[in-house]
């Protein structure tokens, strides 16, 4: 089975990535495919939070620490990784991804973009939950703890 780990470089995606690796069997997974998109003509910077790095102006830099950084978590576990970015709407080149891969599972995070982005473009990860030709693992964010 291929699997499709979908980045936006927030910590929220590394922990999709790390819940996918906790429980699945990576017997029956041939292949993972960490993938990011780049918005043509985006104001907004690609997100890197999970590398580490500094942001150095270029946001094809960025989304490619990004998937570095996902897919050195599936470093030695077994399927092959393959690197991928693309360009476009977040949740149609997903979808596009897993069809192309001919996907037997996208794992995706929710809630890492803010209630600004869920208003402005909707939801990816429940447009791609709701368009993609196969299962959809959505990892929602751990719940705050109360004080």
């Not at 429980?23 to 780049?38: G, H, N, Q, R, Y």
């Not at 080149?93 to 929710?110: H, P």
């Amino acid at each position: 089975m291929h699997v499709i780990v979908a980045t936006d470089g927030s910590m929220q995606s590394l922990a999709a990535a790390k819940h996918l690796k906790s429980f699945a069997d990576p017997t029956k997974i041939t292949e993972v495919s960490v993938v990011a998109v780049l918005r043509p003509l985006a104001s907004v910077a690609f997100a890197d939070d999970v590398s580490g790095r500094e942001f150095d102006g270029s946001f094809r830099d960025a989304a490619q620490s990004a998937v570095d950084a996902i897919a050195a978590v599936f470093d030695g576990w077994g399927p092959k990784v393959n690197k991928r970015i693309r360009s476009g709407s977040a949740a149609n080149e997903i979808i596009k991804a897993a069809k192309q891969y001919d996907a037997g599972l996208v794992v995706v995070a929710a809630g890492g973009g803010g209630l600004s982005d869920a208003v402005l473009v909707g939801s990816t990860a429940q447009r791609v939950q709701h368009y993609a030709p196969c299962p959809v693992l959505v990892v929602r964010p751990a719940p705050r703890k109360k004080k």
